[in-house]
């Protein structure tokens, strides 16, 4: 056997018989904990009270309504927007006269956020522009008398909505005994997320 190999032989065997001394005399302290987490995901729940705002019959060119309503957060999640979508279907009653205009462009809407005994507008429009926006009804940037408020909902809100079938000083007789059936859609957003 060469010299190379007799050696390196020889200090195999010597690294093996170190580590298993080593390995029988190696002994280290230890301990463990557990730890159980959750990750519980929050919710929106938005409601508006009452849940029919405007129910009118005999409606004529000039008439006024006013109506007031509330949405509420009931769930834990704050909302940072709450916007408005507008959709509505015009029933044709056709007595005598066909309708060359939507009903929607002669229904004027005002949208009024209601703080401390005041008002902010949020939109005024027809309701035939309406269908086009998504105001947010939340998106106020003063308190009544100075100060901030943040925009959103964390509880409840109040909202007033004026609604006006405006007398345009023409002859309206096409919407005789015609109906609009309204439903807005009110979409909750989520405030940012934030380190926990």
């Known amino acids: 056997m060469s010299f190379t190999k007799t050696v390196s032989k020889g200090i195999l065997t010597a690294a093996l018989g170190f580590s298993l001394i080593g390995g029988g005399t ?11 987490n959750t990750f519980a995901v929050g919710t929106l729940d938005l409601s508006v009270n009452p849940e029919t705002i405007v129910d009118l019959p005999n409606l ?32 044709d009653a056709q007595l005598g006269v066909a ?8 229904i ?20 035939y522009e309406l269908q086009n926006e998504t105001p947010d009804l939340t998106a106020i940037d003063n308190f009544v ?17 004026y609604f006006e079938f405006v007398d345009n000083g023409e002859d309206q007789n096409e919407f005789q005994g015609d109906s609009l059936e309204l439903e807005w859609k009110f979409n909750a957003h989520q405030t940012e997320g934030s380190e926990q």
């Open 145 to 161: 008398g100075g100060g901030q408020r943040p925009d959103g909902l964390k509880e409840t809100d109040k909202i007033i909505a």
């Open 26 to 36: 190696y002994a280290y302290f230890s301990d463990t904990v557990v730890t159980n």
């Open 60 to 91: 004529k060119p000039g008439d006024e309504i006013i109506r007031e309503f509330e949405l509420w957060n009931n769930g834990p999640l704050d909302i940072s927007k709450i916007l408005l979508e507008t959709n509505y279907t015009v029933n």
């Open 99 to 106: 309708n060359t205009e939507d009903l929607g462009e002669h």
């Open 108 to 127: 004027k809407v005002t949208i009024l956020y209601n703080q401390a005994n005041a008002s902010v507008q949020v939109a005024e429009t027809t309701l």
